[in-house]
T-cell receptor, first 113, second 114 residues
Framework: DQQVKQNSPSLSVQEGRISILNCDYTNSMFDYFLWYKKYPAEGPTFLISISSIKDKNEDGRFTVFLNKSAKHLSLHIVPSQPGDSAVYFCAASNSNSGYALNFGKGTSLLVTP | EAGVVQSPRYKIIEKKQPVAFWCNPISGHNTLYWYLQNLGQGPELLIRYENEEAVDDSQLPKDRFSAERLKGVDSTLKIQPAELGDSAVYLC????????????FGPGTRLTVL
């Protein structure tokens, strides 16, 4: 039972443009959300997170938006750079489950020059 | 600071053979996680340790999988006997005191069972 869903397996964006990666979740108990970035043959690396008490968190070129009523979050990358090409995983957790991360299947982002 | 270290990076074995993976977390991180990542999927938690104690092993297939974290530092994940369906990447992660703390992942061990 996939509680975190990333419905777009891949996304291609031109350099300098905005990349928008989407994520939906089904468990209303989730109260903390994270985005991880993964390059081939490496482990996922933390990118940005957001608590359910917020609806936006920004870190440089990366912004995460949370819409709790829609159970939806998105990651915006502006401007996109070729080095951003990677697989992006959305993850969610809640204190009742010991903060275990529930991951989506990932979205492969390709930023073209 | 040194990251999470895992070995081996790759392992190829025949079915029914045993296999073990080793993880050394970031110094000072008392929470350690083992995840399984199948091709085209996100990581799935197998077991979580707080120091030496396995506090969440509900997703660990205990008939063939075992794990230990002696002295609350390094950890070993074992499969015995391995099955074809165990072919996957096994990821180790650590964090400082669990909770809403960032989990740092190692590079993973890619297991191929023939």
């Amino acid at each position: 039972d996939q509680q975190v869903k990333q419905n777009s397996p891949s996304l291609s964006v031109q350099e300098g443009r905005i990349s928008i990666l989407n994520c939906d979740y089904t468990n209303s108990m989730f109260d903390y959300f994270l985005w991880y970035k993964k390059y081939p043959a490496e482990g996922p690396t933390f990118l940005i997170s957001i608590s359910s008490i917020k609806d936006k968190n920004e870190d440089g070129r990366f912004t995460v938006f949370l819409n709790k009523s829609a159970k939806h979050l998105s990651l915006h990358i502006v401007p996109s750079q070729p080095g951003d090409s990677a697989v992006y995983f959305c993850a969610a957790s809640n204190s009742n489950s010991g903060y275990a991360l529930n991951f989506g299947k990932g979205t492969s982002l390709l930023v073209t020059p | 600071e040194a990251g999470v270290v895992q070995s081996p990076r790759y392992k190829i074995i025949e079915k029914k053979q045993p296999v073990a993976f080793w993880c050394n977390p970031i110094s000072g991180h008392n929470t350690l996680y083992w995840y399984l990542q199948n091709l085209g999927q996100g990581p799935e938690l197998l077991i979580r340790y707080e120091n030496e104690e396995a506090v969440d092993d509900s997703q660990l297939p205990k008939d063939r999988f075992s794990a230990e974290r002696l002295k609350g530092v390094d950890s070993t994940l074992k499969i015995q006997p391995a099955e074809l369906g165990d072919s996957a990447v096994y990821l180790c992660a650590s964090s400082f005191r669990g909770g809403y703390n960032e989990q740092f992942f190692g590079p993973g061990t890619r297991l191929t069972v023939l």
